[in-house]
T-cell receptor
C-alpha cells in the first residue's frame, strides 16, 4: 500500500506568515510523529499522537507551533508567525500502534522562511 | 527525560573495512533501540533494531549490540561498501513514548 505522504514537498514563505504542513500516515496506523531536521542536523522530536490519547506536545519549541490530527488519520502541523530559524525539513512518521515500534517516515516538507 | 549521545560524528573507512558507531542513553527504562540510515536528500529508513531483552542482533552485514548495564548500544557494519555511505541515527524509546534520536554519524566509505 501507499506509504506516508506529506505536502507540500517544498514551501517558501515570508517571515511572519503562517504555514500549514500536512501528513497522511499509512492507513490504519494509529501512531503519528512530527520531527524537525535542520540542515546537517539530527531529528528533533516535536509532537506524538497515539490513537485517541492526548498528544505528547513536549517537543514543540514555542507556542507558535501547533498540530492537529483529525479523525485519527491526517495531521496538520501549523507554524504561526514564521521566523527564519523555522527553516528546516519537517518529517512525519507513523507506526501501527504503541506496541509496534517501527516508524515509517514520509518524504518531508522543506520549509524556507525568507 | 531521555538523552541520547552518538559517536563519532563523522567516520571514514576504506571499502571492505568495518565501521562501528556507538550510542549512549540516559534513561535505564528505555527498552527499544532502532538504527536509521538516511541518504542525502532522502527520508530516514530503519535498518536494524534491538529490544532490551536481547543483547545482540544480526542482519547480514549489519549487527547491533546492547549493553543495558552501561546503557550503550552500537551499530556494526562489516565489509563496508560505497552504498553504505550515509548518515546513521540511533534512537531510544520507552514503550508507548516518543523516540529520542542521537545527533547522527556521517559515514563515508572510500573506494
Amino acid at each position: 500500500g501507499a506509504g506516508v505522504s506529506q505536502s507540500p514537498s517544498n514551501k517558501v514563505t515570508e517571515k511572519g506568515k503562517d504555514v500549514e504542513l500536512r501528513c497522511d500516515p499509512i492507513s490504519g496506523h494509529t501512531a503519528l510523529y512530527w520531527y524537525r531536521q535542520s540542515l546537517g542536523q539530527g531529528l528533533e522530536f516535536l509532537i506524538y499522537f497515539q490513537g485517541n490519547s492526548a498528544p505528547d506536545k513536549s517537543g514543540l519549541p514555542s507556542d507558535r507551533f501547533s498540530a492537529e490530527r483529525t479523525g485519527g488519520s491526517v495531521s496538520t502541523l501549523t507554524i504561526q508567525r514564521t521566523q527564519q530559524e523555522d527553516s528546516a525539513v519537517y518529517l512525519c512518521a507513523s507506526s501501527s500502534g504503541p506496541a509496534s515500534e517501527t516508524q515509517y517516515f514520509g518524504p518531508g516538507t522543506r520549509l524556507l522562511v525568507l | 527525560g531521555e538523552n541520547v549521545e552518538q559517536h563519532p560524528s563523522t567516520l571514514s573507512v576504506q571499502e571492505g573495512d568495518s565501521a562501528v558507531i556507538k550510542c549512549t542513553y540516559s534513561d535505564s527504562a528505555s527498552n527499544y533501540f532502532p538504527w536509521y540510515k538516511q541518504e542525502l536528500g532522502k527520508r530516514p529508513q530503519l535498518i536494524i533494531d534491538i529490544r532490551s531483552n536481547v543483547g545482540e542482533k544480526k542482519d547480514q552485514r549489519i549487527a547491533v549490540t546492547l549493553n543495558k548495564t552501561a546503557k550503550h548500544f552500537s551499530l556494526h557494519i562489516t565489509e563496508t561498501q560505497p552504498e553504505d555511505s550515509a548518515v546513521y541515527f540511533c534512537a531510544a524509546r520507552l514503550y508507548g513514548q516518543n523516540f529520542v534520536f542521537g545527533p547522527g554519524t556521517r559515514l563515508s566509505v572510500l573506494p
